[in-house]
T-cell receptor
Framework: GAGVSQSPSNKVTEKGKDVELRCDPI?????LYWYRQRLGQGLEFLIY????????KSGLPSDRFSAERTGESVSTLTIQRTQQEDSAVYLC?????????????FGSGTQLSVL | KQEVTQIPAALSVPEGENLVLNCSFT??????LQWFRQDPGKGLTSLLL?????REQTSGRLNASLDKSSGRSTLYIAASQPGDSATYLC??????????FGTGTRLTVIP
């Protein structure tokens, strides 16, 4: 596609429910990243995929968070048993290759609100 | 751990003024520094990428400089316009998947 697409754009859920967020990267981009942005704060790295290599999950805040990516296509970020502190904008980005000096292209994000 | 700081947190200027946004980072071992723009409800748009071997990059009315040894970068916006109103984020890259972001400067250009 023309850009990185994320869905849904907004998600309101009740505490304790599971949510699934989706990211469609730019076609042909091998690297995919998930970030979290809490209100008034900077972006926090969550997880990174590069082709068929094992993902870097070092940024996932707890075992309630998981992500998958099939090949070089769609990725889903799943949050189980959501908590109020999970409320944030979840941003996905992709780049052609996972190497330095490659520009990242971001989606518009999913605004998650946990009541 | 790399820390990125942006000052000021917010800035308001009248239309037409030139302005400078500041970014500092604690570890000079970086591959590049990027400036992004974020509009409300939208994702980040890459504006400029300065490689560690470069001193500056220019795109239109934007000019970004990098002083790696002192851990500083500036984003200069010439002849500001109301459409420039957004949050500007800088980020330093230290590895393929290591990108450290500042908390941003929220710019308002008053018509």
């Amino acid at each position: 596609g023309a850009g990185v697409s994320q869905s849904p754009s907004n998600k309101v859920t009740e505490k304790g429910k599971d949510v699934e967020l989706r990211c469609d990267p730019i076609s042909g981009h091998t690297a995919l990243y998930w970030y979290r942005q809490r209100l008034g704060q900077g972006l926090e790295f969550l997880i990174y995929f590069q082709g068929n290599s094992a993902p870097d999950k070092s940024g996932l805040p707890s075992d309630r968070f998981s992500a998958e990516r099939t090949g070089e296509s769609v990725s889903t970020l799943t949050i189980q048993r959501t908590q109020q502190e999970d409320s944030a904008v979840y941003l996905c980005a992709s780049s052609l290759w996972a190497r330095h000096n490659e520009k990242l292209f971001f989606g518009s994000g999913t605004q998650l609100s946990v009541l | 751990k790399q820390e990125v700081t942006q000052i000021p947190a917010a800035l308001s200027v009248p239309e037409g003024e030139n302005l400078v946004l500041n970014c500092s980072f604690t570890d000079s071992a970086i591959y590049n520094l990027q400036w992004f723009r974020q509009d409300p409800g939208k994702g980040l748009t890459s504006l400029l990428l300065i490689q560690s071997s470069q001193r500056e990059q220019t795109s239109g009315r934007l000019n970004a400089s990098l002083d790696k040894s002192s851990g500083r970068s500036t984003l200069y916006i010439a002849a500001s316009q109301p459409g420039d109103s957004a949050t500007y984020l800088c980020a330093v890259q230290t590895g393929a998947n290591n990108l450290f972001f500042g908390t941003g400067t929220r710019l308002t250009v008053i018509p």
